[in-house]
């Protein structure tokens, strides 16, 4: 049975500016274990306040936590089948998130908080840049028309070889000891377009092998941006949090 407990925590404070970035923090196992310890410590509390679980584990609690973006307010709600308990877990852990989040402030020295913004100021011109690179690709190998084009290719390669599989059987035809000038004449033909179509399927092939060859070049490109853009996300949330 899960029981919504209904008093909810607001607060205002220069916490994470992303309610998914609060959220993750919230639930993360350093903070939990933080929040039992209080709640261990705390004069009004004691082991038997805590209720465990068939393992001999405490009881979870699920936290979530909603507002907007940027916003300086959030809204914190937790959820268990102890209501009691759900409260005093919720108030303990707000309790060490702020005496967490001062202590990672204070443990922060400015040389460090300096190394972080670099570092952020230096990815952010990295990405910036090969997200140019990967525009400037795209500019002149659309994926669109790549992929257009690697379809029209594997069909004239199809058709190709079946026209080249059908002048073969006639070549079987003409294989005898003696052939008429006719005979003669139509055979050099044939090879004549035996050798037209052959280098017409390599030509094709190599168009396919191109691009192949841009396909994973521009997917290299896309996962390098996402790649750089990722490590942006994390820097940029962790020089607001320590800043």
């Not at 979530?64 to 919720?90: D, M, W, Y």
């Not at 952020?120 to 257009?148: H, M, W, Y």
């Not at 996962?223 to 320590?242: F, G, W």
Request: charged share 25%.
């Amino acid at each position: 049975l899960m029981i919504r407990v209904p008093e909810l925590l607001m607060f205002s404070e220069d916490f994470p500016n992303s309610p998914g970035t609060l959220g993750e923090l919230l639930q993360s196992a350093t903070l939990r274990d933080l929040a039992l310890e209080a709640l261990r410590t705390h004069p009004k509390t004691t082991n038997s306040s805590i209720p465990l679980t068939k393992d001999r584990n405490p009881l979870p609690v699920e936290i979530h936590v909603t507002g907007s973006t940027n916003s300086k307010v959030f809204l914190v709600r937790a959820i268990s089948a102890e209501p009691v308990f759900t409260q005093n877990f919720l108030d303990a852990l707000i309790g060490v998130f702020v005496d967490y989040k001062r202590t990672t402030h204070r443990s922060i020295s400015g040389g460090t908080l300096t190394s972080l913004v670099e570092q952020f100021q230096r990815c952010e011109r990295d990405l910036k840049t090969e997200q140019e690179v990967l525009n400037s690709f795209q500019a002149i190998n659309n994926p669109a028309v790549l992929q257009a084009q690697g379809a029209v290719a594997v069909e004239c390669l199809k058709q190709l070889n079946l026209q080249l599989s059908d002048l073969r059987q006639e070549e079987v035809l003409l294989h005898r000891p003696t052939l008429t000038e006719v005979e003669t004449a139509h055979n050099q033909t044939l090879q004549l377009k035996m050798e037209f179509i052959r280098n017409s399927i390599k030509e094709w092939e190599g168009r396919i092998v191109e691009a192949s060859r841009l396909d994973v070049e521009a997917d290299g490109l896309r996962q390098n941006v996402q790649r750089i853009q990722r490590v942006y996300d994390r820097l940029s949330t962790l020089v607001q949090n320590v800043a």
